[in-house]
């Protein structure tokens, strides 16, 4: 029989995550022919999500879970889910039913039958989503694609899944700062992409602010792509040329004209444009740096806490992890 794990990171889904198994398990029960289990990850949850797991995992032998220290953010759960799943298809997936379990049969007919490494999914409609905040994420998209070599469909989400080589792959990219929806697709592998509607959030809050949504754009980028430095020099060298043929004016007209009026706008636009260029240039190059600096530091991508595993196979690969 072949086997499916579900990993499901979870922050503070106190509300939810009861009702997510229960409908989740609806599902499963369909699918008599695999074998499924969940890798549910508390990401240092403030409120009782750790206690409804232990419950949950006292209730069904299918439930696994790992719980962290502390908050490690959503990339660090999925993370901790893959290296702690074993089986041949895995799924990643958000507790709150945003990600609809509804389509396992269609996933598991792509990279069971088709022949697809990976199904993944993208949302069409952005219902309920602010006019700046669809604008963002299509601008968004749309740099993704033009300045990384990581392409990725418009609306293109973490819910899919993925087999069992494909996962080996991605757990061989060890960076630590991590930006899944790039390295997805940075490992290659057929992907089917099918599209849904998405359905607002049943219980609990988003997690997500517009300030963090706006970090994750930067990741996206610069975790996959020197174009922004590539632009900055490329910049300079506009520049550099436009500052030749400008003082090369300005020398014959100084020659054969002797010196007219004094250059005062001329001298105030060029102070603040190269004043905001290097300061743009000097940002950027801090984005990098600040990159290196944190992967050279070579901390583990989170801390476990308590688990229902059994660590075998963690002990083996990471000896940076606390038990
Ligand atoms: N999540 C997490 N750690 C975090 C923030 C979120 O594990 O620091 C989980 C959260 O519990 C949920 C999933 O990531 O299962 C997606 O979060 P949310 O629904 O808030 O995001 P949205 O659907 O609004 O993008
Ligand atoms: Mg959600």
Redesign the pocket.
């Known amino acids: 029989m072949k086997t499916v794990d579900l990993i499901?990171?979870?922050?503070?889904?106190e509300e939810g995550l009861e009702h997510f198994v229960n409908e989740t398990n609806k599902v499963i029960d369909s699918l008599p022919d695999y074998k499924f289990r969940y890798i549910l990850?508390n990401?240092g949850s403030r409120d009782k999500t750790y206690l409804i797991m232990k419950k949950l995992a006292q209730k069904f032998d299918s439930v696994k879970y790992i719980s962290f220290s502390r908050?490690?953010?959503?990339e660090a759960?999925m993370y901790a889910g893959l290296k702690n799943s074993t089986a041949d298809y895995v799924v990643v997936m958000?507790?709150?039913l945003?990600h609809p379990p509804a389509i396992f049969p269609e996933m598991l007919k792509a990279v069971d039958e088709e022949g697809y490494d990976c199904c993944a999914t993208r949302r069409d409609e952005r219902e309920g989503e602010s006019f700046f905040r669809g604008a963002f994420s299509k601008l968004f998209f749309m740099l993704q694609n033009k300045m990384t070599d990581v392409k990725m469909p418009y609306g293109a989400m973490d819910y899919r899944m993925m087999t069992r080589q494909m996962v080996d792959s991605i757990m061989e990219l060890s960076e630590v700062q991590r930006f899944s929806k790039g390295i997805f697709s940075w490992v290659g592998f057929d992907t089917k992409w099918i599209s849904f509607k998405t359905v607002d959030?049943e219980l609990g809050?988003?997690?997500?602010k517009f300030s963090s949504l706006f970090r994750y754009a930067i990741d996206g980028i610069t975790c996959f792509s020197v174009a922004p430095l590539r632009f900055t020099a490329f910049m300079g060298g506009i520049i550099f040329a436009v500052s030749l043929i400008y003082i090369l004016i300005t020398l014959i007209q100084t020659l054969f004209l002797g010196i007219t009026t004094p250059g005062y706008v001329t001298t105030l636009c060029a102070v603040l444009f190269l004043g905001g260029i290097t300061e743009m240039s000097i940002g950027i190059l801090g984005e990098y740096i600040g990159r290196i600096y944190m992967e050279t530091k070579d901390r583990p991508i989170y801390i476990a806490k308590h688990t229902n595993l059994d660590n075998d196979n963690k002990k083996k690969t990471d000896e940076k992890e606390v038990g």
């Open positions: 499901v990171p979870c922050y503070n889904e990850v990401d908050n490690f953010g959503k759960a958000d507790a709150d945003q959030r809050t988003t997690k997500w």
